[in-house]
């Protein structure tokens, strides 16, 4: 049995309305891990802001409660989510440098401007599953083809008209 851990880095997309788990292998990347909490830690308040074409994911990262390869293999089986599946890595995660004490505090700036430009920078280098862009070796469900993945959500019936019923009322008086 292996004796692998699993951390869990969650994005959540306000666009897609879905949060998709990405298990990262916990043993080998434990200093990058934590590099990445820290820097999340900075924003204050992780909320999706869906403004004006700015979208944004939140990102939460629990170093805590971590589980096991079966586990984390099980989870990206699940099929709940449209966009994409839950994913599994277990490379070498990258530091990931997000720079986000760069962020300068303009004139007319209050913390939550601060707040939002950072979690668009965020965004730009971690959203949409970019996580693939900084570890190697996913674990890719070969027993679960796109063809199968995409036709369970683009299946074009109209379920009311499949619930729909031609019912006669009566026409007498009911007392």
Not at 1 to 19: P, Q, R, V
Not at 35 to 55: A, G, N, R, W, Y
């Amino acid at each position: 049995m292996s004796k692998n851990k699993y951390c869990i880095l969650a994005e959540t997309n306000g666009g897609e309305n879905e949060t998709w788990y990405y298990f990262i292998k916990y043993n080998e990347n434990k200093n990058a891990l934590k590099h990445l909490k820290s820097q999340l830690d900075t924003i204050k308040d992780m909320v999706i802001i869906d403004i004006e074409e700015i979208q944004t994911s939140v990102f939460t990262l629990d170093l805590e409660n971590l589980v096991n390869e079966k586990t984390a293999k099980e989870m990206t089986k699940i099929n709940i989510n449209s966009f994409t599946y839950h994913r599994k890595f277990d490379g070498i995660l990258n530091s990931i440098h997000l720079r986000l004490h760069k962020i300068k505090k303009e004139d007319d700036d209050d913390d939550e401007d601060i707040n939002i430009k950072k979690l668009i920078k965020l965004h730009e280098k971690l959203g949409m599953g970019q996580i693939e862009d900084y570890i190697s070796k996913e674990d890719i469900n070969s027993d679960i083809s796109d063809n199968e993945f995409n036709s369970s959500y683009s299946d074009e019936t109209d379920y009311d008209s499949d619930y729909k019923e031609e019912v006669e009322l009566p026409t007498t008086d009911v007392l």
